[in-house]
C-alpha cells in the first residue's frame, strides 16, 4: 500500500513538499487548521494564540512532563482563505532552524475527501536539511538513551 | 559523548561523495581510488579513513591489497533518512484525521 502522506525533498533546495488525502470533507480538514482547540488536539501543544485571518499570528507552546516549556513555536499570516488557503511563516525558538515559510493547499477530491499540499521553504539547504533529519537523529538518540538506560541499570546492579 | 562521525557529515564532501561513486561498482585499493583525484594521496586516505569510520566503506583484505568497497546497508540507512520524517508527519495526520472523524459524527 502506498504511504498516505508524502514527502519530497530534492537534493540542494530549500524546500520540502508534504501531500496528504484525508478521509474528510474539506471543511473539516480546514476546520482542524483554523479552530485552536482541534490545533491544540491534533497537534498535541497549547495554542496561546491563533488569529485565523490576513495580518494574524499565532503562538504554540509544550511543556514536558516536569512542566517545563519543551516547544515554543510562532507566526504570521499573510493569506486566509478558508477551504482553500493558508500561507503563514513558522518559527520553532530556541532553534537553529531559522523561519520558514508556508503555503497550505487545501483541494477537496470528493465530497467525503480532501487534499492538503503544503510546501515549506527554509532560508538554507542547510537548515531545511536539518530539519529532515530531526526526527532520524531523535530516533538514533532514542535508542540510544535506551541503551544507556539498559546498560546504566547493569552497571548499577554490578556494583550493589 | 558523540565521538563517532555522523554519515551526513561524511557525505557533505564532494570528493568522499565522488569516492562513494567510484567504488559503487567494485572493490578498489587505496591506490587506484587516489589515482581519480589531483589530491595528495594523504588526503584520500584521510577521506578513507572518515568513510570506514562511518562504515560507508568496508575494507577486505586480498592477498597484499587491501580493497575498499560501498557498504549497502549504511547506504540505505541515508537513503531511508527522510523515512521517519514521512512517518513524523503520517502520525499527526492520522490523528488529525481521527479526531476531525470523531467530531463529525458528534
Known amino acids: ?160 | 559523548m558523540n565521538l563517532r562521525r555522523d554519515v551526513f557529515q561524511a557525505i557533505a564532501d564532494p570528493t568522499r561523495r565522488a569516492i562513494l561513486l567510484l567504488v559503487a561498482s567494485q572493490g578498489m585499493t587505496a591506490g587506484a581510488i587516489a589515482a581519480n583525484f589531483n589530491t595528495a594521496r594523504p588526503t584520500v586516505s584521510k577521506h578513507l579513513q572518515i568513510l570506514t569510520e562511518c562504515e560507508l566503506l568496508q575494507q577486505e583484505q586480498n592477498g597484499r591489497e587491501m580493497y575498499y568497497s560501498l557498504n549497502p546497508d549504511k547506504i540505505k540507512e541515508i537513503a531511508d533518512f527522510i523515512e521517519p520524517f514521512r512517518k513524523f508527519w503520517d502520525d499527526r495526520f492520522n490523528k488529525l484525521e481521527d479526531i476531525m472523524k470523531k467530531h463529525k459524527t458528534k
Open chain 1, 1 to 160: 500500500m502506498e504511504p498516505k502522506t508524502k514527502v519530497h525533498a530534492e537534493d540542494g533546495k530549500q524546500e520540502v513538499v508534504i501531500t496528504r488525502d484525508f478521509d474528510l470533507p474539506i471543511e473539516l480538514l480546514f476546520k482542524a487548521y483554523e479552530e485552536p482547540e482541534f490545533v491544540a488536539q491534533w497537534m498535541g501543544t497549547r495554542v496561546l494564540k491563533l488569529e485565523s485571518k490576513k495580518h494574524g499570528g499565532y503562538q504554540f507552546e509544550t511543556s514536558n512532563p516536569k512542566g517545563e516549556v519543551a516547544f515554543q513555536a510562532s507566526g504570521v499570516i499573510h493569506e486566509f482563505i478558508p477551504n482553500q488557503k493558508i500561507t503563514r511563516t513558522f518559527e520553532m525558538e530556541g532553534t537553529p532552524f531559522g523561519v520558514q515559510l508556508e503555503f497550505y493547499e487545501f483541494e477537496p477530491l470528493t465530497d467525503g475527501t480532501s487534499r492538503l499540499n503544503m510546501r515549506v521553504i527554509y532560508e538554507t539547504v542547510a537548515q531545511r536539511d536539518q530539519v529532515l533529519r530531526l526526527p532520524f537523529a531523535q530516533g538514533i538518540n532514542m535508542a540510544h538513551n535506551r541503551l544507556e538506560e539498559v546498560v546504566g541499570k547493569e552497571m548499577k546492579e554490578v556494583k550493589e
